[in-house]
C-alpha cells in the first residue's frame, strides 16, 4: 500500500468510497483515516489508523478511551490529530445519549446502553444519575461524583439535587468499575440503600442500581442490575 492515500487508485481511496458508498461501506481504519488525513513517512494515514486499532485489541471503544494527551504524543498523531477523533467520539457518545432520550426507561439493558458511552473513557469510578419522567423517559443524566480509581464519594443530597430542580419522578443509580468486573461491592450495595432510604423521604424512588463494567468471555454483558441481583 502507498504511503500517500492521494497515491492510491481512486476507488480505493476513502473519501472517494465513502462519497459514492455512504460510511457504512469503510471499513474503521478507513474511517479513522479520514479524521487523521496524513500519515508519517513510510506509512499512510489507513496504515496509522490500523496501528492505533492493532495496539488496542481492534476495539474503537478501547481508542476512544485513551488519554487526549497520551493519543496526541504517538509519531504521527499529534495534537490537531488527536482532538479531530476526540471530537468524532464525543458526537458518536451524544448521538447515543439522544437515542435514549426519545425512549422509556424499562429494562436494566437500556439504562445500560444510556450511560455505557458516558462511562467508556473514565478511568476512575463515575457515579451518574439518570433522571426520569412520569413516563419513565429520560429528562437527563447528571453526575454526582467522580472517586478515585476504587471508590467513589456520594452524598444524598446532590443525587437529589438535580432531580428535584428538574422535577423527575423517579431516578436511577449508575457508576462505572474502572477494573472492568462489573460485580457490586458491599460498599456499593449500602450506598444504593442508603440513597433509596433518602428517595423515600423527598419522594423520589430509586428505581435501579446499574454498574458499568467490560464485556468478558465469562460475562454475557458488560453490566449489573442490583435490582436484578436482588440485592435491593
Request: hydrophobic content about 40%; some cysteine.
Amino acid at each position: 500500500m502507498s504511503s500517500l492515500i492521494r497515491e492510491m487508485p481512486a476507488d480505493d481511496r476513502p473519501r472517494e468510497r465513502l462519497w459514492k458508498h455512504g460510511p457504512a461501506s469503510l471499513k474503521s481504519e478507513e474511517l479513522m483515516a479520514i479524521l487523521l488525513r496524513t500519515g508519517v513517512k513510510g506509512k499512510s494515514a489507513i496504515q496509522l489508523a490500523a496501528e492505533i486499532l492493532r495496539d488496542h485489541g481492534q476495539s474503537l471503544n478501547a481508542v476512544a478511551r485513551v488519554q487526549l494527551v497520551t493519543l496526541a504524543k504517538r509519531k504521527g498523531v499529534g495534537q490537531a490529530k488527536a482532538i479531530q477523533l476526540a471530537a468524532a467520539f464525543e458526537l458518536a457518545r451524544r448521538i447515543a445519549v439522544e437515542e435514549h432520550h426519545r425512549l422509556p426507561i424499562n429494562e436494566p439493558a437500556q439504562a445500560a446502553a444510556c450511560v455505557r458511552e458516558e462511562f467508556r473513557s473514565a478511568d476512575r469510578e463515575v457515579f451518574r444519575v439518570l433522571l426520569l419522567d412520569t413516563k419513565n423517559r429520560l429528562l437527563g443524566i447528571t453526575q454526582v461524583s467522580v472517586g478515585t480509581v476504587n471508590a467513589s464519594l456520594v452524598e444524598p443530597r446532590e443525587v437529589f439535587k438535580d432531580a428535584i430542580a428538574h422535577s423527575a419522578t423517579s431516578v436511577i443509580l449508575a457508576h462505572n468499575h474502572p477494573s472492568g468486573d462489573p460485580t457490586p461491592s458491599s460498599e456499593d450495595v449500602a450506598v444504593t440503600k442508603r440513597l433509596i432510604k433518602a428517595g423515600e423521604i423527598v419522594g423520589i424512588p430509586v428505581h435501579d442500581h446499574i454498574i458499568i463494567g467490560q464485556r468478558s468471555a465469562g460475562r454475557q454483558t458488560d453490566y449489573c442490575s442490583l435490582r436484578e441481583l436482588g440485592l435491593i
